[in-house]
């Protein structure tokens, strides 16, 4: 039969409800723009772990761009959360909306997603556990929801290594020591190789650099005041640095040594959390910090011995090569933005959130938070930025089974896991909250080596040494 205009009126006429359009008299009133199929959007994954980690991702399953303006998401309750003006999704598109400014998800909880008129339901998903860490959609847009690891603005892992299923280590699977006997003793936390050096960060306040040992491993340096360490202070002189994490800029030691910290050992029970810049040319045993960014008011709340435990440095080039999304902005990360900064990012990590937070730190002392994502881990012990691979590496210790984890930024511009890792198979579940990767002038036959540090000293050893594939 030849479909004829009135055939196709009745056909469409329920898309034409969902969309918006009034039937009023026999005669039809045009709806608002985001009149498209609302079908084609979807809840598509939820993280409800807390803070800036409640968020609501929606995707678009069809063939056209929908405008989601003023559309509205919801929890259990009459709290809710209107997407803004000028939101659209491109067909195969995600965007994750931070909703804990709204409302909180909680351990039971659910997130519904309705049109502008707050009573049109588009899409909900109820839960009866907290994410862990997220609830994800397998396939996109059409699955069902199940525990995977957090892909917020990109798509689901729902399978293979950066899918939550930890696959093995990408190397070998021997270990060894990397130190000799009862050198640090306990707290070696964070560390970041720079060629021929290998620079370490102690608890009690003390940065160490290394060199060689002749055997592949690490010792003191003994020249300029090194053999000992030496003792880390706040600007001024005070305090004790509980120093957790090192990393260095493009500059090298030159530009300063960088150090992530979670409190003054001084007030051990008040969180500090800051990076801390040092300038390591001198030879003197104390360094005091010739810079202080201080972030506790500009982050959650977490314990004083739960805070930063990693540092890591990436360089603006990676950034706006692979279309990074500042969060402050919603566009493309634009370094020329702010002022004078070390040429790029530092994105420091929380013990006890699990999260990592990026930071545009001003030469002057100011700062700007231009991105927070979920390691997918229940804490960050180490991060790592890998140039020869391009990518990130964010470490837990023996509380999540010693597991790395790979991000990269994804197509949407924002941190998407890509790989899950187990420990190497010969080295023990260790409380490591340091790890290094050597540079590519390493790589011999398809790998280099890789490095541990192990705040428990176990054997009395605080070094160990393992590889990756180039």
Not at 21 to 34: E, K, M, V
Not at 212 to 238: H, I, M
Not at 365 to 372: N, P, V
């Amino acid at each position: 039969m030849t479909e004829t205009p009135a055939h196709r009126w009745h056909r469409n006429l329920p898309l034409l409800l969902v969309a918006g359009l009034a039937l009023a008299a026999g005669t039809l009133t045009a709806g608002p723009a985001h009149a498209v199929p609302a079908d084609d959007v979807r809840i598509n994954e939820v993280v409800t772990t807390g803070d800036v980690n409640d968020s609501v991702e929606l995707y678009n399953k069809g063939t056209g761009t929908v405008d989601v303006s003023g559309w509205i998401l919801k929890d259990d309750s009459s709290s809710k959360y209107k997407i803004a003006s000028g939101t659209t999704l491109a067909p195969g598109a995600f965007k994750a909306f931070d909703v804990h400014g709204s409302f909180g998800l909680g351990s039971a909880d659910k997130a519904r997603l309705y049109l502008p008129d707050g009573s049109t339901l588009v899409d909900s998903f109820s839960w009866t556990s907290h994410s862990d860490p997220s609830w994800s959609r397998c396939a996109d847009g059409t699955g069902a929801f199940k525990a995977t690891t957090v892909t917020l603005g990109g798509p689901n892992a729902c399978g293979g290594s950066g899918g939550g299923t930890p696959v093995a280590w990408p190397g070998s699977g021997s270990v060894a020591t990397a130190d000799a006997a009862d050198v640090f003793g306990q707290d070696l936390s964070g560390l970041y190789q720079e060629g021929g050096v290998m620079w370490g960060a102690q608890n009690s306040g003390k940065l160490w650099r290394l060199v060689g040992n002749g055997s592949g491993g690490w010792k003191p340096d003994t020249a300029n005041g090194w053999s000992a360490g030496k003792t880390l202070r706040f600007p001024g002189g005070s305090g004790t640095v509980d120093s957790e994490g090192v990393t260095l800029t493009g500059a090298g030691a030159a530009g300063g040594i960088f150090v992530a910290s979670e409190r003054n050992g001084d007030a051990s029970g008040t969180s500090r959390l800051s990076v801390l810049r040092y300038d390591v040319s001198g030879t003197g045993s104390t360094l005091t910090a010739t810079r202080e960014w201080n972030l506790t008011s500009d982050l959650p709340a977490v314990g004083s011995n739960s805070g930063f435990e990693a540092v890591t440095w990436v360089p603006d080039s990676y950034l706006t090569g692979a279309g990074f999304k500042d969060a402050t902005t919603g566009a493309a990360y634009d370094p020329a933005r702010y002022g004078a900064h070390t040429g790029g990012v530092f994105f420091v990590g929380v013990e006890g959130t699990g999260a990592v937070h990026g930071y545009v730190l001003l030469d002057t002392g100011g700062y700007t938070r231009i991105a927070s994502v979920s390691s997918g881990m229940s804490g960050v012990m180490e991060l790592q930025w890998e140039p020869q691979a391009a990518r990130l590496w964010v470490v837990c210790d023996d509380t999540c089974n010693g597991q790395h984890r790979t991000l990269q930024v994804n197509t949407s511009g924002v941190w998407a896991t890509t790989a899950v890792y187990n420990r190497p198979s010969g080295m023990a579940n260790l409380n490591n909250e340091g790890f290094s990767v050597a540079g590519a002038a390493e790589c011999v036959g398809g790998s280099k080596p890789v490095y541990w540090s192990d705040d428990s000293n176990t054997g009395g050893h605080a070094l160990r040494k393992g590889s990756i594939t180039c």
